[in-house]
């Protein structure tokens, strides 16, 4: 089963309001990842967790804040966003980091408004 | 100099055609290959994975590399409507990130 699940689908939120991004997988993997999507770009990475440890930050703004509370789970804390973060959010897994396969989960299409 | 390269396209086949997708990439140390498909408001997903040079072969899909040219493809056999995306290579950087190109869009017509 290679699925990750992202909740909730849609989001839409003012620019003072702060809300959470849920991800989970159920494959066993130890790597997790938040990528952002603009519409007609690729993926863009934002945030590697390994081993349940932030092992790489995209030099994000911080009005963006993951969590990994265990190897399963993933979220991403918003707040004060812009309305240039409006955007389509991703959440990968992997076995681990490396040269392994990413698989995506369905998204969570952030609107700011 | 872009790390992954494709043609953005539109890519237009008739259906029951080869469709031929390439990807140039610039890391010589680049171990891993993929191809993901995006439906359009979807999220990507993964169709094949190459790590060593030649063919692999999925049903309809074959993804071929090519190290020392620096060349992954992704050639779609007998294409249908339904294959109809953007089809993004992705190559991984000796960091181990995930590097994407910028998608090329294929249109597959009845």
């Known amino acids: 089963d290679t699925e990750v699940t992202q909740t909730p689908k849609h989001l839409v939120m003012g620019m003072t309001n702060k809300k959470s991004l849920k991800c989970e997988q159920h494959m066993g993997h130890r790597a997790m990842y938040w990528y952002k999507q603009k519409a007609k770009k690729p993926p863009e990475l934002m945030f590697v967790y390994s081993y349940e440890k932030l092992s790489i930050n995209e030099s994000v703004p911080s009005r963006f804040s993951p969590e990994c509370p265990n190897s399963s789970l993933l979220n991403l804390h918003l707040h004060a966003l812009q309305p240039e973060d409006s955007a389509l959010y991703l959440c990968?897994?992997?076995?681990?980091?490396?040269?392994?396969?990413?698989?995506f989960g369905p998204g969570t299409r952030l609107t700011v408004t | 100099q872009k790390e992954v390269e494709q043609n953005s396209g539109p890519l237009s086949v008739p259906e029951g055609a080869i469709a031929s997708l390439n990807c140039t990439y610039s890391d010589r140390g680049s171990q891993s290959f993929f191809w993901y498909r995006q439906y359009s408001g979807k999220s990507p997903e993964l169709i094949m994975s190459?790590?060593?040079?030649g063919d692999k072969e999925d049903g309809r899909f074959t993804a071929q590399l090519n190290k020392a040219s620096q060349y992954v493809s992704l050639l779609i056999r007998d294409s249908q409507p339904s294959d109809s995306a953007t089809y993004l290579c992705a190559v991984t950087s000796n960091t181990g990130k995930l590097i994407f190109g910028q998608g090329t869009t294929l249109q597959v017509k009845p």
């Open positions: 990968a897994s992997s076995p681990p980091t490396g040269f392994y396969e990413q698989y």
């Open positions: 190459i790590y060593s040079n």
